[in-house]
């Protein structure tokens, strides 16, 4: 059976430094050229991007041509695309952005030119912020005009300074809902209320938690008290959205969004059934799991170990595949994990810190901004 797809970083030399990179001090290393042999037929679809930049690969159209299905490429844009591989691919992302404060060598104007030659093979893919997401609807009209599309992603924040850019709320929508118009006192007044042996805020609290609780969610209070202000910018985010779903229809292009909430209830991995082959042949069930790192999510640093599940290297398909079954029956149904951002105990959990959660998972997709729709990757 094939894979679905099967993400390729053919090289981790990158001519751009962007500030939400997980990938910028890795090795400079170029996939062997053999992989792609070996790799020939084993998806639907190829998708050639990872912590490099693939056009600056030696060759590639040559190599890619091997793979057979369909081919998507993600490039920064500050590299030429010539005609033979607008021909060649299926879909072309073009990393852009509304401006390069993130992207220390990106040009703005030239990288909009690609979409010129792309037209309906085009994809713009923007990192949205707090800074630039007002801007989004103006500049799309610039790409739409040429037929292209659009791929919206929220952060996966490297550190705290990113994390306070981004306008998204980890928690589930359904329980900011239920309490956006209460007191944070609450929480004080229901243990007071306690102490006394009763109390209308108590009884209050009690009957929230039931009606949480009732629909299959937990909650964190503390966090949606806490941050009401980033609540709001994802409320906001949710709204110039809808301006650009808008646009889209108008000009009848591909609009991929991002949710701007998680919902613990309609988690999904958009990996399941792939694999993200790194350059130097390592395996992995994701890019997010491919190599080891630090990201800062729910408020929380947290350490991911990295998961390599074999190596093209000295592995053949079928040995990688049964290493990865297990993992592979788990994301199937994301409600095996964990959703921690409505967990009041998330942030000092020792298991949210590390790789691995309290379901026993290592790894855990416990905080995959993936698997809710809060980021977005060419994979789904």
Known sequence: MKFDKIQIETTTF???????????????????????????????????YGYGEPLLYPNLIRRAEILGGDIV??????????????????????????DDRYRKGL????ALKKFELLGEKGLAQIVVTKSNV?????????????????????VVAPNPEIYNEAVYFEGSKRNVEFVMDLDEKILVEAIRDCSRGGGRALTLYRSLLSEVYSQGYSINLI???????????????????????????????ELIAPKFFGDSKSRECPYKNSIFVRADGAVSS?????????????????????????????????????????FERLREDMENFPWCADCPYV??????????????????????????????????
């Open 107 to 110: 040009i703005v104007d030239s």
């Open 73 to 98: 490429i993600s490039t920064n844009g500050m590299v030429e695309i010539d005609r033979h591989t607008v021909e060649l691919a299926d879909r072309i992302g073009v990393s852009v952005d509304v």
């Open 14 to 48: 990158c001519n751009l430094e962007c500030g939400y990179c997980h990938g910028r001090n890795l090795p400079v290393i170029d996939i062997a050229e053999e992989l792609f042999e070996k790799m020939a037929g084993l998806a639907k679809e190829y998708v050639l």
């Open 286 to 326: 994701c890019m997010s799991f491919a190599y080891a790192h630090r990201e800062y999510v729910n408020a929380h640093w947290k350490r991911i170990a990295g998961y390599e599940v074999g190596n093209l290297n000295v592995q053949d398909i079928d040995e990688i595949k049964e290493n990865l079954a297990e």
């Open 134 to 154: 007002h801007k989004l609807p103006e500049f799309f009209e610039k790409v739409a005009q040429y037929g292209s599309g659009l791929l919206a992603t929220n």
């Open 223 to 253: 966090s949606i008290f806490e941050f009401r202000d980033r609540i709001r910018r994802a409320i906001e985010a949710e709204s110039v959205f809808e301006r650009i779903e808008e646009i889209a229809r108008d000009y009848g292009v």
């Open 347 to 380: 942030r000092g959990c020792w298991f949210a810190e590390r790789d691995l959660d309290c379901y026993a998972n290592q790894p855990s997709c416990s905080e995959c901004l993936y698997s809710s729709g809060i980021a977005k990757c060419l994979l789904g």
